[in-house]
């Protein structure tokens, strides 16, 4: 099977090893996996802070450059929400305001195809032990639109407990927000920052080393906010921990 | 809506005093939290809450879809009743209806009902220049009151208190409304529910005009119907002489049928009750039982151009149950007082800037004041989808556009203060519909990753205060996939 991946422009910039991390995990699993060079971003912070009409054509773009694959796997549950919720919704609206059905059109192929990475491994590969080896105490929490968005649902869970070694702690509020919300972080960050510290501190009573969630924007600013309080745990993307093996672990 | 809010500052500014505020924040969480896992156990009870939460929906939007047709039907059949009933546009149209009501019965006092619509158009402080005293008479209703608070929940309005807070409001204030409060009163929950009972009781016996609103109308036999939890709204609904309800016209449901759906959603969402232990319905007037003269003051203030909107419109389905404030981790930290509106927390997130528009600073912020997370629609008893309507109203926030303002199109202009924002955003979306200038861009920022500063200028400085920003790698995915050909060659680290 090939695949493309769709990276994200936050993990491309910021996270590379989420992105080397997930051709590894694939590549092991048996997915041929095509980066196509073109792909930039979603649009996603464009839509949800008001700029719908600047988030379209990085909409078309992403259709053009993803638009002739079988599948669109993705590390980003937020990033796969957009184009799954997102574009048909935007679809929509352009044909509400009397633009035809030119959007929706342009986009629909992209949308049943794009998957967040658990939801690739348990419902299109079938697996959930992906072969992983992972010696730490990790604990979950679940990023929003991956929870509400897409309904992740116990996919990760399931995953993360097939990991041998790795010890699997429940964290406690784990379905609240952990307060980053893109540009929420910025416009309100008096409120953010309380719900990111709250968020910490519950981590932080699990005694696990390491929070682990499918996003890294929410782990940038969980984690930005763990160094900043000084917990000693770190931040892990489910990628890298599903990928690390007894031969290549993670750290 | 209420003139208590007007000049309010924006969102975040509000927010500020309230995340500093430890007994604010320790009596939100305890309360929110409390609450939220009633309601879940009271959901979970119930097998088909799916079906009952889509028919709700649906029944809400047929009759929005259909409400001239119900409205003209309800006030014939109010009527027919003995009713009278008056039209209001908006909150001051409103109150002068009901002030000239009171005043024709010759009465300077009226007991009040919990109410949501009454609130919202500042019907107390009205009446209150028209030399008319109006007793609250719920319990959180009256706690505000005493206290000369605003509401902070649209169900427990007094939320933001803790018990000892309300011992030394009712022992300070009392005697100034009526009887005093008991000598020695402590902070039990008994000892304080009985003192407010001592003190309301004689308000209830001596008042000859109530106020109330209600939370469904049925069209079909022009009944009104209030669900309540303490036993006070059935005492001003049927001991005074005269009642006067003022209702927003988005309160019809068109059948008795339909109530069926709600009196099961809205006690387990907003109390987490299976059913909520007074229900009073009253249609129109009865010889020698009840008020003898009942007037339905139907209320639009906004409600006609929120219906316009094909988006935020769904707004309109809420039935205040408040189910979306106590899962909000925003309101539970920033409080209901923030957002500068009867309506607090997600809900009154979509609902003040449609109703009262966009041009002041507060109801221009509040779109924003939401991290999208989606717990309020998760919960909402009749499926609004508040972030969807957020969004929606964040775009008429910084690009403008079509609104329904007192029946009339206009066209908005974006609102101020988001230049530098829709630059960066334009920005931004040039650079991403350009893969090559996103490239050189990465590469820039990692060939200089040890020149970064640790905090950022500007409106970045909001977030490196309380975080560590993360470091730039030094070679972004993009460049490593090319040097290594997808991982297949030299795994050597970036030059």
């Given at each position: 099977?090939?695949?493309?991946l769709?990276l994200?422009c936050?993990n491309?910039?910021?996270?590379?090893?989420?992105g080397?991390a997930?051709v590894?995990l694939?590549?092991?699993l048996g997915?041929?996996?095509?980066f196509?060079?073109a792909q930039?971003?979603?649009?996603q912070?464009?839509?949800?802070?008001?700029y719908?009409?600047?988030?379209?054509?990085?909409a078309?773009?992403?259709?053009?450059v993803?638009g002739?694959?079988e599948?669109?796997?993705?590390?980003s549950?937020?990033?796969g929400a957009?184009?799954r919720?997102?574009?048909p919704?935007?679809g929509?609206?352009?044909r509400?305001?009397g633009r035809g059905d030119?959007l929706?059109a342009?986009l629909?192929?992209v949308?049943?195809?794009?998957?967040?990475?658990?939801e690739f491994?348990v419902?299109?590969l079938g697996?959930?032990?992906v072969?992983?080896?992972y010696p730490?105490?990790?604990?979950?929490?679940?990023?929003?639109?991956?929870?509400?968005?897409?309904?992740?649902?116990?996919?990760?869970?399931?995953l993360?407990?097939?990991v041998?070694?790795?010890e699997?702690?429940?964290?406690?509020?784990?379905?609240e927000c952990?307060?980053?919300?893109?540009t929420?972080?910025?416009?309100?960050a008096?409120?953010?920052?309380a719900?990111?510290?709250?968020?910490v501190?519950?981590a932080?009573s699990?005694?696990?080393e390491?929070?682990?969630a499918?996003d890294?924007?929410?782990?940038?600013?969980i984690?930005g906010?763990?160094t900043?309080?000084e917990?000693?745990?770190?931040?892990?993307?489910?990628a890298?921990?599903?990928a690390?093996?007894?031969e290549e672990p993670?750290s | 809506m209420?003139?208590t809010?007007?000049?309010m500052?924006?969102?975040?500014?509000a927010?500020?005093e309230?995340?500093?505020?430890q007994?604010?924040r320790?009596?939100?969480?305890?309360?929110?939290h409390?609450i939220r896992?009633k309601?879940?156990n009271?959901?979970?009870?119930?097998s088909?809450?799916?079906?009952l939460?889509?028919?709700?929906?649906r029944?809400?939007d047929?009759t929005?879809?259909?409400?001239?047709?119900?409205?003209?039907?309800?006030?014939e059949s109010?009527t027919?009743a003995?009713?009278?009933?008056?039209?209001?546009?908006?909150a001051?149209?409103?109150?002068?209806?009901v002030?000239d009501?009171v005043k024709e019965?010759?009465e300077?006092?009226?007991?009040?009902?919990?109410?949501?619509?009454?609130?919202e158009i500042?019907?107390n402080?009205?009446l209150?220049a028209?030399?008319i005293?109006?007793?609250?008479t719920?319990l959180?209703?009256?706690?505000?009151?005493?206290?000369k608070?605003?509401?902070s929940?649209?169900l427990v309005?007094?939320i933001h208190?803790?018990?000892?807070e309300?011992?030394?409001?009712f022992?300070?204030?009392?005697s100034?409304?009526g009887r005093?409060?008991?000598e020695g009163?402590t902070d039990t929950?008994a000892?304080?529910a009985?003192?407010?009972?001592?003190?309301?009781?004689e308000?209830?016996l001596?008042?000859k005009?109530?106020?109330s609103g209600a939370?469904?109308?049925?069209?079909?036999?022009g009944?009104?119907?209030?669900?309540e939890?303490?036993?006070?709204?059935?005492m001003c609904?049927?001991l005074p002489?005269?009642?006067?309800?003022?209702?927003?016209?988005?309160k019809?449901v068109?059948?008795w049928r339909?109530?069926?759906v709600f009196?099961?959603?809205l006690?387990r969402s907003?109390?987490?009750e299976?059913?909520?232990?007074y229900?009073?319905?009253?249609t129109g007037?009865?010889d020698?039982?009840?008020p003898?003269?009942f007037?339905?003051?139907?209320?639009?203030?906004?409600?006609?151009d929120?219906?316009?909107?094909e988006?935020?419109?769904q707004?309109?389905?809420c039935?205040r149950?408040?189910?979306c404030?106590?899962?909000?981790?925003?309101?539970?930290?920033?409080g209901?007082?923030a957002?500068?509106?009867?309506?607090?927390?997600?809900?009154?997130?979509i609902?003040?800037p449609?109703l009262?528009?966009?041009a002041?600073e507060?109801d221009?912020s509040?779109p924003?004041?939401?991290s999208?997370c989606?717990a309020?629609?998760e919960?909402?008893?009749?499926?609004i989808?508040?972030?969807?309507?957020?969004?929606h109203l964040?775009?008429?926030?910084?690009q403008?556009?079509?609104?329904?303002?007192?029946?009339?199109?206009?066209v908005?202009?974006?609102?101020?203060?988001h230049?530098?924002?829709?630059?960066?955003m334009?920005?931004?979306r040039?650079?991403?519909?350009r893969p090559?200038?996103?490239?050189a861009g990465?590469r820039?920022?990692?060939?200089?990753?040890?020149?970064?500063?640790r905090?950022?200028?500007?409106?970045?400085k909001?977030?490196s205060?309380?975080r560590?920003?993360?470091?730039?790698?030094?070679e972004?995915?993009?460049d490593?996939?090319?040097?290594?050909?997808?991982?297949t060659t030299?795994?050597g680290t970036a030059?």
């Amino acid at each position: 099977m090939r695949v493309a991946l769709f990276l994200t422009c936050v993990n491309d910039t910021l996270y590379p090893e989420t992105g080397r991390a997930v051709v590894k995990l694939l590549t092991r699993l048996g997915v041929e996996v095509d980066f196509p060079m073109a792909q930039t971003c979603c649009g996603q912070a464009h839509y949800n802070t008001g700029y719908r009409h600047e988030a379209e054509p990085l909409a078309r773009h992403f259709s053009d450059v993803f638009g002739e694959y079988e599948a669109i796997v993705t590390p980003s549950g937020s990033c796969g929400a957009m184009v799954r919720e997102l574009y048909p919704r935007m679809g929509e609206r352009a044909r509400a305001e009397g633009r035809g059905d030119t959007l929706a059109a342009t986009l629909a192929p992209v949308v049943p195809k794009t998957y967040e990475l658990t939801e690739f491994l348990v419902d299109v590969l079938g697996v959930t032990d992906v072969g992983a080896y992972y010696p730490h105490t990790v604990t979950y929490h679940p990023t929003c639109h991956g929870l509400r968005g897409l309904g992740l649902g116990e996919r990760p869970r399931r995953l993360l407990q097939a990991v041998e070694g790795l010890e699997l702690v429940e964290l406690p509020g784990a379905d609240e927000c952990c307060g980053f919300g893109g540009t929420f972080a910025l416009k309100n960050a008096d409120v953010s920052a309380a719900m990111g510290t709250d968020k910490v501190r519950n981590a932080e009573s699990t005694g696990a080393e390491v929070l682990c969630a499918a996003d890294n924007s929410c782990l940038m600013h969980i984690g930005g906010t763990m160094t900043r309080l000084e917990t000693g745990m770190r931040p892990v993307h489910i990628a890298e921990i599903l990928a690390s093996t007894e031969e290549e672990p993670a750290s | 809506m209420s003139g208590t809010f007007v000049g309010m500052p924006a969102f975040p500014k509000a927010a500020h005093e309230a995340v500093g505020n430890q007994t604010l924040r320790a009596n939100l969480r305890h309360a929110t939290h409390t609450i939220r896992a009633k309601r879940a156990n009271a959901v979970a009870e119930v097998s088909d809450w799916a079906e009952l939460r889509e028919a709700g929906k649906r029944i809400k939007d047929h009759t929005l879809r259909h409400l001239d047709r119900y409205l003209v039907q309800l006030e014939e059949s109010v009527t027919a009743a003995g009713g009278i009933v008056h039209w209001a546009a908006d909150a001051d149209e409103a109150n002068r209806i009901v002030a000239d009501l009171v005043k024709e019965t010759g009465e300077s006092e009226v007991v009040k009902v919990k109410s949501m619509a009454t609130q919202e158009i500042g019907l107390n402080e009205a009446l209150e220049a028209e030399g008319i005293r109006a007793y609250e008479t719920d319990l959180a209703e009256l706690i505000v009151q005493l206290g000369k608070d605003r509401p902070s929940h649209i169900l427990v309005p007094a939320i933001h208190r803790n018990r000892g807070e309300i011992r030394d409001i009712f022992t300070r204030e009392m005697s100034e409304w009526g009887r005093p409060a008991p000598e020695g009163l402590t902070d039990t929950p008994a000892e304080l529910a009985d003192a407010a009972r001592l003190h309301l009781r004689e308000k209830f016996l001596r008042a000859k005009v109530g106020v109330s609103g209600a939370n469904f109308m049925v069209a079909e036999t022009g009944t009104l119907v209030v669900v309540e939890s303490e036993g006070n709204g059935r005492m001003c609904l049927t001991l005074p002489e005269t009642l006067i309800s003022v209702v927003g016209i988005e309160k019809i449901v068109p059948t008795w049928r339909d109530l069926e759906v709600f009196l099961q959603t809205l006690p387990r969402s907003s109390t987490a009750e299976r059913m909520n232990p007074y229900t009073s319905t009253w249609t129109g007037t009865t010889d020698g039982d009840g008020p003898g003269t009942f007037h339905l003051v139907l209320l639009d203030n906004g409600r006609t151009d929120t219906l316009a909107d094909e988006v935020g419109r769904q707004a309109l389905r809420c039935i205040r149950c408040s189910a979306c404030l106590n899962v909000c981790p925003v309101y539970e930290r920033a409080g209901g007082h923030a957002y500068g509106s009867v309506y607090p927390g997600p809900i009154g997130a979509i609902l003040s800037p449609q109703l009262r528009g966009t041009a002041s600073e507060i109801d221009a912020s509040l779109p924003y004041a939401s991290s999208l997370c989606g717990a309020c629609y998760e919960v909402c008893p009749v499926a609004i989808d508040i972030p969807e309507v957020l969004v929606h109203l964040r775009e008429r926030v910084v690009q403008g556009g079509p609104v329904t303002r007192e029946g009339n199109k206009v066209v908005l202009k974006p609102a101020k203060g988001h230049g530098a924002e829709r630059a960066a955003m334009r920005a931004a979306r040039w650079a991403f519909d350009r893969p090559g200038a996103l490239r050189a861009g990465q590469r820039l920022a990692s060939r200089t990753r040890r020149l970064h500063p640790r905090t950022l200028p500007g409106p970045g400085k909001a977030w490196s205060a309380t975080r560590d920003l993360p470091a730039v790698p030094a070679e972004p995915f993009r460049d490593w996939w090319q040097r290594t050909n997808g991982g297949t060659t030299d795994e050597g680290t970036a030059k």
